[in-house]
């Protein structure tokens, strides 16, 4: 806003306005960048970039591509003095989230299912059905494609795609919302421990998530509270449609065709509202807009500990002879 205020004439307005309605801006990850075939969009990787500012047009450095650390800030990671990724995102990893997020979104889960993996556990024990396609697994999947800093939990956020994956992941959930509106968190047993609870910790949508504090009486805000977008003044375009089942299939179909021209890469910023209709249809009640797909997954299932090599790994599995080369020690095993 002091920025916005600095500009003169019409512009000034303008400015301010914008400033106003600002939100974070979302990366929306599944769609297939239209600019280039194999590697991260150019406002990530970019040098420089070309911006308005009071006194005129200036290229500044692009503070989308890598984040400088401060003096006083642990940057020991990778002994860099900034942050740093895999050369590129690679349309293959592109596809794989666009398929899992279709399948996560069509498959009708229960809330518990869809948001985490860490329902996975219960199933080992017995007490739910396997369903890998969650959106946190998808989500944790971004960080690894992404990798260098996004790959670690302490680091992540240091990198500032971060933020506009993390925002993505906020509109995903939004879209879930509004087409299962019945389905909601649930009272469940914490399966691991965090900063906050340890393992076998009874949670439900009372639950406080620390440390966001709201003005309420309760001092932190919680599920429940936060049931709606709207309690925090923010929406995504297309959750006021009538059916939004239609948004998920045109954006999110499980082919691999390219997304179209009018389909910007990366979203539009998330709009201020005070008003969100969510009325929306089941993907399963027959009268959603988008064409059958037969969809055939093959799931293999692994239990591992998370935390075994102390960071992210990934593990590639192959039916057939392998294309990957075999995974250095010490480099990247798959997550
Ligand atoms: N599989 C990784 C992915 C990852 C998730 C994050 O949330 C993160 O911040 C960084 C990396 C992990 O859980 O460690």
């Known amino acids: 806003m002091s920025v916005a205020k600095q500009f003169t004439g019409d512009e000034r307005g303008r ?28 406002v990530f ?8 500012t009071p006194t005129g047009r200036a290229n500044i450095t692009n503070p989308l591509k890598s984040y400088v650390f401060r003096p006083n800030e642990d940057h020991s990671f990778m002994n860099a003095n900034e942050t740093a990724r ?23 889960q229960t809330y518990p299912d869809f948001s985490t993996e860490a329902r996975l556990d219960g199933a080992s024990k ?5 369903n890998p396609s969650n959106l946190e697994a998808i989500h944790d999947h971004v960080h690894v494609l992404v990798g260098g800093h996004m790959s670690v939990v302490s680091q992540a ?9 993390h925002t993505n992941v906020d509109r995903i ?40 504090r709201s003005r309420a009486k309760s001092g932190f ?42 389909h910007e890469v990366l979203g539009g910023l998330a709009k201020k509202t005070d008003e969100v209709h969510c009325s929306m249809l089941r993907l399963d009640d027959g009268q959603a807009a988008g064409p059958q797909i037969k969809l055939t997954k093959h799931f293999a299932s ?17 039916a057939g002879t392998s294309t990957r080369p075999t995974p250095r020690s010490g480099g990247r095993v798959e997550a």
């Open 45 to 52: 990787a970019d040098q420089e970039v070309l911006v308005s």
């Open 173 to 212: 959930l939004a879209i879930y919302q509004a087409v299962y509106t019945d389905e909601w968190v649930s009272q469940s047993v914490e399966a691991a421990s965090s900063m906050l609870y340890t393992s076998g910790t009874v949670t439900d949508g009372n639950t406080s998530l620390q440390p966001f």
């Open 221 to 262: 805000w919680t599920s429940n509270a936060l049931r709606s977008t709207r309690a925090l003044n923010y929406t995504y375009e297309g959750l006021g449609e009538e059916n939004v089942t239609s948004v998920i299939n045109g954006l999110h179909t499980a082919g691999t065709s390219v997304a179209g021209p009018d």
């Open 157 to 165: 956020a240091f990198d500032l795609i971060f933020w506009l994956h």
């Open 15 to 42: 400015y301010v306005r914008a400033a106003q309605r600002l939100r974070l801006p979302f990366w929306d990850w599944a769609k297939l960048p239209l600019e280039t075939a194999d590697s991260f969009l150019r």
């Open 302 to 318: 692994f239990q591992l500990d998370a935390g075994a090599l102390n960071g992210s790994f990934t593990i590639f599995l192959s």
């Open 86 to 108: 895999r050369p590129n995102f690679a349309v293959s990893g592109i596809l794989q989230l666009r398929a899992d997020l279709w399948a996560a979104l069509s498959s009708a």
């Open 126 to 130: 017995g007490t739910k059905s396997l």
